[in-house]
């Protein structure tokens, strides 16, 4: 008997890896619910029911509320798209739009060239590599939080670090975060201090598999450092890097803790980013259908880059 | 005889000259990461008079305590309890749970296993800002709101895909014989799974709960939505509170911040290897 339904293409071929061929049954025992059928959906039945409160189910409910006028969560009035137009229509929301633009592509671009410049320069696994990529590290594995708190106290006037490094070219008197464009500066900073060694370990990762004999082909024909690098580094390191990129921006639109302690959104919500505009309607404004609607739009967007994400993940499992 | 003479004066030069130059790039990625956290540490030692002094100094001329005495004085061992009790919480479900969906996903033939991988791999992608404010009105509907129950729940649903993952991977590295072993004399799937498998699962086990740990103390935009009031409050939500409360005085500002960052820095010291597993195998949310 042959397999009665056809199977999702995408799942068949992320499963193609691992143990999961054995999901064809075999014989004739499709159609019956086998004990071990019945035992596994037992063991998965926690994971699957908790990912459905918790995360499917609000996000279906933010459309529903996303529809509404909503009062201290009583649902008063449908008001239909009404909030996806006030949202869409209203300035503090099209300047956070402008804001994550700005912040994520420079952020994307500084940290993955950073994050590059890392790996190649601590390729190798000597000792004192390897602890310097542990202190890499460091920034990310410690609270969000915390790191901004950290950035605002060097980057405030009170403390007079950055009049110390300014001062001998006569900028003592700057202040980082009361001026839009310098503050837009210190929130990608910020990024880029946080997450610059993720990047690292998701290229580092590509760098050592590519195999060293290239390299030393390249030499022996007389290929300079940076043309092994353009013509070997970069081809083979496609994978890796689209993988950090699309992570990286999925991380970059969405955060809100850096524009939220580093800089308040401000000056003038020059650095209020999507992330930040939204809790600020949410949890502060207490809007709760408009919040609920450009949760909505956001996620959708997300949606888009987590396709890309699945598309990826996908390719290197073929790959590897 | 074309090859260079490596113990010619000039090669050893510059053999020598690329080390030093390879060992300050190193010191300076080194600085770049620690200062943040350095000059953090060193101001919450300086007396408040000092803080503000210019030219500012690293090193605290007259170090004191006084700011972590003012801290524990006004009650942050409770944010730090609750922040303890959630982390506790969260791992511990998350292995439990992870272990149990792992094991079947690993080892047991079920249909529509490759769709729930597939959902997995797209729900450790989610980014969290926007789950904030719909999951709010949830659970401010079913009552679960501002209470450290409900935030162990979302932490474990957020991180449980992740923590299925890594123990996925690693169980799918142990030899299926031992098992079968097992259940030839009669153990239960479950039996087998807590006898013979997780005893083998140490590693896997901890990267998992390494990450759970680090994501559940460290949290700050979930716990600060869903949480009001003041006995439910962790350690991230506290500091904000302080950065209201102190506004300008850094000294208990940077202290809160040490003590929240020592405990990470030392777990992250002795278990890195297995972050280093743990995020090259495809999950982690950055």
């Known amino acids: ?320 | 005889m074309s090859r260079p003479d490596l113990r010619s004066r000039p090669w050893r030069r510059r053999i020598a000259l690329r080390r030093v130059v390879n060992a300050l790039i190193n010191l300076t990625i080194m600085v770049f990461a620690f200062g943040p956290i350095l000059w953090g540490l060193s101001t919450s030692l300086k007396p408040s008079a000092d803080i503000l002094a210019y030219p500012p100094t690293l090193i605290p001329e007259r170090p004191t305590l006084e700011h972590y005495e003012l801290l524990f004085r006004t009650g942050i061992e409770r944010p730090i309890l609750n922040s303890a009790i959630v982390s506790a919480g969260s791992v511990l479900a998350c292995l439990v749970l992870g272990s149990l969906a792992a094991y079947a996903l690993a080892r047991l033939r079920f249909r529509s296993k490759g769709t729930l991988m597939f959902c997995i791999v797209a729900l450790m992608s989610i980014p969290l800002p926007s789950l904030l404010v719909p999951t709010f009105m949830f659970l401010a509907n079913i009552g679960l709101n501002n209470s450290l129950t409900g935030l162990t729940l979302l932490y474990t649903a957020y991180q449980l895909p992740i923590a299925v993952w890594v123990l996925y991977s690693y169980i799918a590295t142990i030899p299926v014989e031992l098992e079968h072993a097992a259940l030839i004399d009669g153990y239960s799937r479950l039996a087998t799974l807590r006898k013979v498998v997780l005893p083998l699962c140490g590693p896997g086990l901890v990267a998992a709960g390494l990450f759970v740990l680090t994501f559940a103390w460290n949290d700050f935009v979930v716990a600060v939505a869903m949480t009001s009031s003041e006995d439910v409050r962790t350690l991230p939500v506290a500091i904000y509170g302080y950065l209201g409360f102190y506004g300008r005085d850094w000294g208990p500002l940077t202290a809160a911040a040490i003590v929240s960052t020592i405990p990470v820095i030392i777990v992250f010291v002795l278990f890195q290897r297995f972050f280093l597993s743990g995020m090259t195998s495809g999950g982690v949310k950055s």
């Open chain 1, 1 to 320: 008997m042959r397999e009665a339904a056809p199977r999702d293409p995408t799942a068949a071929t992320l499963a193609a890896g691992g143990a999961v061929r054995l999901t064809r049954t075999r014989g004739g025992s499709f159609g019956k619910l086998r004990t071990e059928e019945w035992q596994a959906f037992g063991f998965v039945l926690p994971l699957v029911a908790l990912e459905l409160l918790l995360v499917v189910v609000p996000l279906g409910l933010s459309f529903y509320y996303s529809l509404y006028r909503v009062d201290y969560f009583e649902l008063t009035q449908f008001r239909g798209f009404g909030n996806y137009w006030r949202i869409l229509s209203s300035p503090m929301v099209q300047a956070s739009l402008v804001a994550t633009v700005i912040f994520s592509v420079g952020a994307l671009v500084l940290t993955l060239t950073l994050g590059m410049a890392l790996a190649l320069h601590l390729e190798r696994d000597s000792r004192w590599n390897v602890a310097t990529r542990a202190a890499a590290l460091v920034p990310y594995v410690i609270s969000m939080l915390v790191g901004s708190l950290l950035l605002r106290w060097i980057f405030s006037r009170d403390s007079g670090v950055l009049a110390m490094v300014f001062g001998p070219f006569g900028l003592g008197e700057l202040s980082v975060l009361a001026d839009p464009n310098t503050a837009m500066a210190a929130l990608i900073f910020n990024a880029v201090w946080r997450d610059n060694a993720f990047a690292m370990i998701l290229l580092l990762a590509g760098l050592k598999s590519i195999p060293p004999q290239l390299y030393a082909a390249a030499r022996v024909d007389g290929a300079g450092a940076f043309y092994r690098f353009r013509r070997i580094t970069l081809p083979l390191m496609r994978l890796p890097i689209l993988i950090a990129v699309v992570r990286l921006l999925i991380h970059f639109v969405n955060v809100l803790t850096f524009a939220l302690i580093l800089t308040g959104g401000g000056p003038n919500q020059a650095t209020q980013t999507v992330g930040l505009a939204m809790y600020r309607l949410g949890f502060i404004d207490f809007r709760m259908g408009e919040a609920n609607a450009m949760a909505f739009l956001v996620f959708l967007f997300n949606l888009v880059l987590i396709g890309c994400n699945l598309l990826l993940f996908r390719e290197r499992r073929r790959v590897a």
